[in-house]
């Protein structure tokens, strides 16, 4: 680990292979002890520790690095505002799904309910519209990733046809490759490597038959996979543990059965990022994230932070039912009250919700936001602080964002947001990153 990154690395590294683990085999590696450096932990000093586990490089924080100000801080006001309530239609969005800028300034806004791309120069101006909503070649039915390949090619994901479409900057379809996806699961997104190969996310593998659900909750077995080139198979190169899924059985008396299935916010969850050779992941539970490589199927790093989780008690679960109670209207308090009741909490609050892999090659962490606060539009939960890692995995501090904005995008010196108004209807706003002023950042 090259001295630059301030981290005291561990001077016994055994030239052990990096194992192929999945999910189940990750929670007794990273707990355990790292061979010839003692307990994964913080030095008395303060300072963050490197240590290796298995192969794994394993670097701990402390509890205060969770606290720290970034040295940077967003703009008070956007320097670029793209959308309109009654302006062309081409300007009014319904749900951004994702945003990525080009080499030129310009930037491609994928729009989920036109299923289309639209081009925006770099003032702001529409250019072009690139797909449009269909099931045939570069055509799109449920878009959900959007990513900037070299020379402004754009691949596009989209789940429901099950295709990955790469576009020329003039918008002409370059390539277009249906997945074989069948028996696999449902994907829910896919990231570009720098070697050309794509991995795609499984949310949850294909289970087959199973009997009826019950009532509880049921944690996915999420898959990666890459895709190396046209008409080849997909190879699964990890298994991990995916979201934890709230499911609801009633059976009315009419015989039927109404099954519903959700992920409340206090859960496990699914966060993935994917930029140049790695990928990382967390559930969300811990104050920890990975960093996988995909050519080689493995896990390269883990970042900790060595601080306590927050309780979920009986205090916390009571001013969640207070906040709820006050807000809802006099004939839905009695089911607030029941739900609260019977609801089997976990022991801690999640602290992480949210995971963004910026352009920049720094990682961003949203957390978690008590009592959550919900987007329109289904664009999740409003995560107004982030803390920023380094590629090697130091910490740069925290960052604070506006109310009611979505991060979509992250480079060195600006982030992209869409921001929701009083209407709930989404603009993309770009906020330059600047300095902090002196004496405002907390060590």
Same mark, same amino acid.
């Given at each position: ?5 301030g981290l005291a690395p ?33 030095e008395s000093g303060g ?68 299923r289309e791309i639209r081009? &925006? +120069?770099? %003032? @702001?101006?529409?250019? *072009?519209?690139?797909?449009? $909503?269909?099931? /045939?070649? =570069? ?27 790469? &576009? +020329?900057? %003039? @918008?002409?379809?370059? *390539?277009?490759?249906?997945? $074989?996806?069948? /028996?696999? =699961? ?28 019950? +009532? ?228």
């Amino acid at each position: 680990m090259p001295s630059s990154t301030g981290l005291a690395p561990c001077t016994h590294r055994p030239p052990v292979r990096r194992p192929r683990l999945g999910g189940a085999l990750l929670a007794g590696v990273l707990i355990g002890m790292a061979p010839g450096c003692g307990e994964l932990g913080t030095e008395s000093g303060g300072e963050p520790v490197v240590a290796d586990s298995a192969g794994i490089t394993v670097v701990t924080h402390p509890a205060a690095a969770a606290d720290q100000e970034a040295p940077f801080t967003l703009s008070p006001d956007p320097d670029l505002r793209i959308g309109t309530l009654d302006g062309p239609e081409e300007e009014r969005f319904s749900r951004i799904i994702a945003a990525v800028p080009l080499s030129d300034g310009a930037i491609a806004v994928l729009e989920g309910a036109d299923r289309e791309i639209r081009v &925006f +120069d770099a %003032e @702001g101006r529409f250019v *072009r519209r690139i797909g449009r $909503a269909g099931d /045939g070649p =570069g055509e799109l039915r449920i878009p959900q990733a959007l990513q900037r390949l070299p020379g402004d090619t754009l691949l596009a994901w989209d789940s429901g046809t099950g295709r990955l479409s790469w &576009f +020329d900057p %003039e @918008g002409n379809l370059i *390539r277009d490759d249906r997945l $074989a996806t069948e /028996g696999l =699961g449902r994907i829910s997104t896919a990231y570009a490597m720098d070697d050309g190969t794509v991995t795609l996310v499984v949310v949850d593998r294909a289970r087959g038959p199973s009997g009826l659900p019950e +009532d509880g909750i049921r944690r996915n077995q999420s898959v990666l996979v890459q895709w190396e080139k046209p008409d080849a198979d997909l190879r699964e190169w990890a298994e991990v543990l995916g979201a934890e899924m709230l499911i609801s059985v009633e059976s009315p008396s009419d015989g039927r059965m109404l099954i519903s299935m959700g992920q409340p916010w206090y859960t496990a969850a699914l966060l993935t990022a994917g930029a140049g050779d790695r990928v990382w992941r967390t559930d969300g539970t811990r104050w920890e994230v990975e960093a996988w490589d995909p050519s080689q199927g493995a896990l390269e790093t883990v970042v900790r932070l060595d601080r306590p989780l927050d309780p979920f008690d009986a205090a916390f679960i009571r001013e969640l039912e207070a906040g709820e109670l006050e807000a809802a209207d006099d004939d839905r308090r009695d089911a607030v009250r029941r739900r609260h009741r019977s609801t089997e909490y976990p022991d801690s609050i999640p602290p992480l919700r949210g995971l963004v892999a910026g352009a920049d090659g720094r990682l961003w962490l949203g957390l978690t936001r008590v009592p959550p606060v919900r987007l329109p539009g289904g664009a999740g939960a409003e995560l107004r602080e982030w803390l920023v890692l380094e590629a090697d995995g130091s910490v740069v501090g925290r960052v604070s964002l506006p109310p009611r904005t979505q991060l979509v995008h992250a480079d060195a010196d600006y982030l992209l947001l869409v921001r929701f108004d009083e209407l709930d209807l989404p603009y993309l706003e770009r906020f330059p990153l600047q300095a902090r002023p002196d004496g405002e950042v907390e060590e």
